[in-house]
């Protein structure tokens, strides 16, 4: 009888990895992959899905309102909430390309997503990541500008150019994510086509490939340290500077004035930046770790950060939190004066 193509390594074959898995090569693609859910946890999709979609809820009506505010308010038509009304549009962006089919799978137990509609998927997570990540870091820039530069920070950093930032940020992104789907466009896949996680991860589909990948690993390694660390020593040197201004300042109001502008924003970097950094070692170097602490990792990612970010905006920014008032969004307790008057 005829062996079935066996999908063996090009350079060495290891005895002990014999058990290697039958090519699809005849067929190249699948015509749809099957999104096993959280591995292990099939019998508690339910009951997951709960938290899953309280914190997505909040998530849409936190952004939404940020954005329906910025663009209402016209004295908000500044860099620092263009970019944060940026930051919302990517937190929702992030958070819907995912979690709707991660509850259809609770839900309903609808698994199946087609090929194109995986790599879409799959374009879209990366995408937006990389998008949010060149936000953030313009966002760290402002900060500094406002802080070290505050006499020219009108010319530095107008409205046109903060719309400029935004169109390369979405141009280097689409450069930067495009290719992975490009790769995988041609390359045969298993037979089994059962993905052990939610959504469609890049390193993800590419386990699914039953050839030789190094090309797609490494240039998706190569992505993530180039964008991850560019932006984030862009970050860091930026921060650098303001704490060196700052410790030049010989006013404590001055000192805490400059500390919460950059509060906020750390915030926000720190809950954006470490579920995202820990989702991507795990997924590659952490092969010791449970696939249901993967995925939960994974969604907890699309989740949290989106959901945290406006409460952390709508808390510590007091110009946006005087214009929530307006729409009845935030309300301020009375503060009651002693000796018998009417409290103010």
């Not at 500044?78 to 799978?105: E, N, Q, R, Y």
């Not at 990540?133 to 920070?153: K, Q």
């Not at 915030?267 to 997924?283: D, G, N, R």
């Not at 170097?285 to 990792?297: E, N, W």
């Amino acid at each position: 009888d005829q062996l079935p193509t066996l999908c063996l390594p090009p350079i060495l074959v290891f005895p002990q990895r014999i058990t290697m898995t039958v090519c699809n090569a005849s067929l190249g693609h699948p015509p749809f992959f099957i999104l096993q859910g959280i591995p292990g946890m099939e019998d508690k999709h339910r009951w997951i899905s709960v938290p899953f979609s309280s914190m997505y809820f909040i998530t849409i009506l936190g952004n939404c309102t940020i954005i329906f505010t910025i663009c209402t308010e016209r004295s908000l038509h500044k860099p620092m909430f263009l970019l944060l009304c940026m930051l919302a549009h990517t937190d929702l962006g992030m958070s819907t390309t995912t979690i709707p089919k991660v509850l259809c799978i609770f839900w309903f137990g609808q698994s199946e997503i087609s090929y194109v509609g995986c790599l879409v998927q799959m374009f879209f997570i990366h995408f937006i990541s990389v998008l949010q990540s060149a936000i953030l870091m313009t966002m760290a820039f402002d900060r500094y500008v406002a802080i070290c530069e505050p006499l020219r920070y009108a010319t530095i950093l107008s409205n046109s150019r903060i719309g400029l930032i935004g169109l390369v940020s979405l141009v280097r992104a689409i450069l930067f994510i495009l290719p992975m789907p490009v790769l995988l466009q041609k390359m045969p896949f298993r037979v089994n086509h059962v993905i052990p996680t939610t959504y469609c991860e890049h390193m993800a589909v590419v386990k699914m490939v039953c050839v030789d990948t190094t090309v797609n690993r490494i240039y998706g390694l190569v992505v993530a340290l180039l964008v991850i660390g560019l932006d984030i020593s862009a970050i860091a040197s930026s921060y650098v500077l303001i704490i060196r201004a700052v410790l030049r300042l010989s006013s404590k109001e001055a000192h805490h004035k400059a500390v919460n502008t950059c509060t906020t924003h750390i915030c926000v970097m720190l809950i954006s930046y470490t579920p995202s950094l820990f989702s991507f070692l795990t997924h590659r170097f952490g092969r010791g770790i449970a696939p249901h602490v993967h995925t939960i990792l994974g969604n907890l990612y699309f989740l949290v950060p989106p959901m945290l970010n406006p409460i952390i905006y709508a808390v510590k920014t007091k110009e946006f939190r005087d214009k929530l008032t307006k729409y009845g969004c935030w309300k301020k307790d009375p503060v009651t004066i002693t000796h018998g008057q009417k409290p103010v």
